[in-house]
């Protein structure tokens, strides 16, 4: 039986935890600040998983907020056990940087490498910050650069604490794009510049 597409909704998901949460939060991150403290680091943007956490599905705080739920597509760079990495939600991809306690906390939990096997796979990420970072620490970590950006800084998650959520491992043939190329982001960025 073909699949059926509700009129409600313009794709299939590859998931059904994962959501479109990138763009409009960070839309409405900037539209609440100021221009000075918009391009600041922003600690805890995604709040942290629960202690002794043993089934997600379980825990009612991560299950009520989709900001938990991130695919990692791609790892871009290793230095320092500091990971850089591309994810993505259900709209846009994202760079990512998973900081070395995560990594550690990670490896040793799974006993793996947090890079072998887990590209596709929906991670729950939690303690999250947003980084602002540089064109030119941005080009030398994660090898890309973004011409058309109207900024001299790009926000990247900086996550402080991972686990795997479903190693399914599954690739969409969706076309993504980057955030900092994504009309709505990019607008309001140009917004928050002439309002300062």
Same mark, same amino acid.
């Given at each position: 039986m073909p699949k059926v597409i509700l009129s409600s909704k313009k794709y299939v998901s590859d998931s059904v935890y994962l959501d479109k949460w990138i763009v409009p939060s960070l839309v409405a991150h900037i539209k609440h600040q100021s @221009?000075?403290?918009a391009w600041c680091t922003v #600690?805890? /943007? &995604?709040p942290p998983l629960p202690p002794h956490m043993t089934d997600p599905i379980l825990e009612p705080s991560i299950m009520s907020n989709t900001r938990h739920f991130l695919r990692i597509v791609r790892f871009k760079s290793i230095q320092d056990f500091k990971v850089? %990495? &591309?994810g993505r939600d259900a709209e846009c991809y994202v760079l990512s940087e998973f900081t070395p306690k995560c990594v550690i906390e990670f490896e040793n939990k799974y006993k793996q #490498? &947090?890079? %072998?096997?887990t590209v596709n796979t929906l991670f729950l990420i939690g303690s999250v910050s947003i980084m602002y970072t540089s064109r030119l620490e941005v080009e030398s970590e994660f090898g890309m650069s973004f011409p058309s950006w109207?900024?001299?800084t790009l926000p990247i998650l900086k996550i402080n604490q991972c686990a795997v959520f479903g190693m399914d491992q599954v690739e969409s043939h969706r076309? /993504?794009?980057? @955030?900092? +190329?994504? +009309?709505?982001?990019?607008n309001a960025t140009r917004i928050s510049s002439r309002r300062g």
């Open positions: @221009l000075n403290q #600690r805890d /943007f &995604i850089c %990495a &591309i #490498r &947090i890079t %072998a096997n109207p900024n001299n076309h /993504f794009q980057m @955030l900092y +190329e994504h +009309e709505k982001y990019v």
